[in-house]
């Protein structure tokens, strides 16, 4: 296959698409509920270490194999392992992302259309003048009716589909330019209002107080994997938006700039919910129903709460559409290289993982007590081990052939840094990134 001669048309445009593929649910709906569930601060700081000495390393690891390659990521890995003279069977990692992205898309969709399913409800003013307990209840009754999930769930594919079959340059540089600065600016009301309640300090105190008696493997390795998933690193993803770079931008200044902004929209939502969380004393580790319950919940006492409530979730929706564009992108553009027309490509991979994704709709209902691995259930399964084990095994192999197997010329130019500076992002994958990722994988799954 030939490389792609399509380009994000400004520098601009790369950003904001890398931006909206790392900021969605990780950010607003993961990070409270995995901080709650693994003890707090524990986890924040682990989190932090992480997304520095690993994604954004990997990070730059990946767009700069798509980049090199300019082709879908199997196909970029395959040319550059010729390139190089190396095992052709590097290509197969492109396989595996592609696997990855479509669990994760799988259920990334269920939850995604929460957020239609709580857009309509706000709007409509359902949450007006309900005590927490109503409001909680309603969540549970939702989460029940399955016919309701799966109408939220096929509309969310259908959003998500229709983007990549128009082609995602196109398509999703309008949709980021107007849309993430939206969303910036609710969060810092939703911020400013969390510091006028009374839980304000007991959620500052929890998140930023280090307890290092908290920390287990168990938080160690969900700490790594959220740190990836949150950037959206691991899944060849990053890889596919590389292949479409631009020649002269600055790969690492971009790429610090997204992992910046990341770890803040995840500071400030994580400060907005355990403010509200502490104020009507709820549980924090209440677990994925976290952000549906305490939202509402806050908003329903705000002057024109509901204003404010639908406009959230509707840039949730929108830091979600964006993110779901480039889990699918990767699976699609693999089948665009076979030689598949782009819009068949679209249909056949989003039907196949909206039918996936029933199997998460049901586990909150007639599947709930299925268990597949230990206690989880189908939810839990694919929300818990893609994220948390696929993503840190495929970074690894990512930062492997990156930084010991690819041509060292080709990376130097696709890197577009000086020597030195080479230099230095090479010694952090090699000695840090990569053995740090092997201890914690190999230790916890231990
Ligand atoms: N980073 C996205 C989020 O935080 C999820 C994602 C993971 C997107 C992997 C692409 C690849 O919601």
């Known amino acids: 296959m030939s490389e792609t001669l399509e380009r994000w048309q400004s520098r601009r445009a790369f950003i904001l698409a890398v931006t909206g593929a790392a900021v969605g649910l990780g950010n607003i709906w993961r990070f409270p509920y995995m901080t709650g569930e693994n003890g707090g601060s524990a986890f924040l700081l682990l989190y932090v270490v992480f997304v520095v000495l690993l994604g954004l390393p990997m990070m730059m690891a990946e767009i700069m194999i798509g980049r090199a390659g300019r082709r879908s990521p199997m196909q970029a890995l395959a040319f550059l392992a010729e390139e190089a ?17 479509f669990f994760i898309l799988s259920f990334y969709s269920v939850v995604s259309g929460w957020s239609i399913e709580y857009l ?17 209840a ?32 196109n398509g999703i540089e309008k949709l980021n330019n107007v849309m993430m600065p939206l969303l910036y600016g609710i969060l810092i009301v939703l911020g400013g209002y969390a510091v006028t309640t009374s839980g304000f300090g007991a959620a500052m105190h929890w998140l930023f107080t280090p307890d290092v008696s908290a920390i287990t493997w168990g938080v160690v390795l969900n700490a790594m994997g959220h740190a990836f998933f949150t950037l959206a690193v691991g899944a060849c993803a990053l ?32 400060i907005a919910i355990f403010s509200i969380v502490f104020t009507h004393g709820l549980d924090p580790s209440e677990g994925p129903g976290l952000m549906f319950v305490t939202l509402p919940i806050a908003f329903s006492e705000l002057p ?42 679209a249909i056949l991979i989003g039907g196949l993982v909206w039918l996936v994704g029933l199997l998460s709709v049901l586990s909150f209902s007639t599947l709930a007590d299925v268990h597949w691995i230990g206690e989880m259930n ?13 993503l840190p095994v495929g970074g690894l192999l990512i930062a492997i052939f990156a930084a010991w197997k690819m041509s ?32 914690v994988l190999v230790t916890s799954l231990i």
């Open 85 to 101: 003279d190396i095992s052709r069977h590097w290509k197969w990692l492109g396989l595996f992302g592609a696997i990855t992205v």
């Open 120 to 136: 309509v409800s706000a709007v409509n003013g359902s949450f007006v003048n309900r005590s927490p307990q109503e409001i909680g």
């Open 138 to 169: 309603s969540f549970d009754a939702f989460l029940a009716d399955p016919l309701r999930m799966t109408f939220n769930h096929t509309l969310f594919m259908l959003l998500t589909m229709s983007v990549v079959a128009a082609g995602i340059v």
């Open 239 to 270: 890889m596919a938006y590389g292949a479409y770079m631009p020649d002269e931008q600055s790969l690492p200044r971009a790429v610090f700039g997204v992992a910046m902004l990341d770890i803040m929209v995840a500071l400030l939502s994580g």
């Open 304 to 345: 024109g709460g509901q204003v404010w409530l639908g406009a959230f979730f509707l840039l949730l929706l929108i830091a979600t559409w964006t993110s779901s564009i480039n889990l699918a992108e990767p699976m699609v553009s693999m089948l665009v290289g076979a030689g598949w027309r782009r819009s068949r490509a």
């Open 378 to 390: 189908f939810f839990a399964l694919v929300s818990t081990i893609p994220p948390d084990i696929f």
């Open 408 to 439: 060292r010329e080709a990376a130097v130019a696709a890197l577009g840094v000086s020597p030195g500076a080479f230099r230095l992002w090479l010694g952090l994958v090699r000695y840090v990134s990569i053995p740090l990722t092997a201890v």
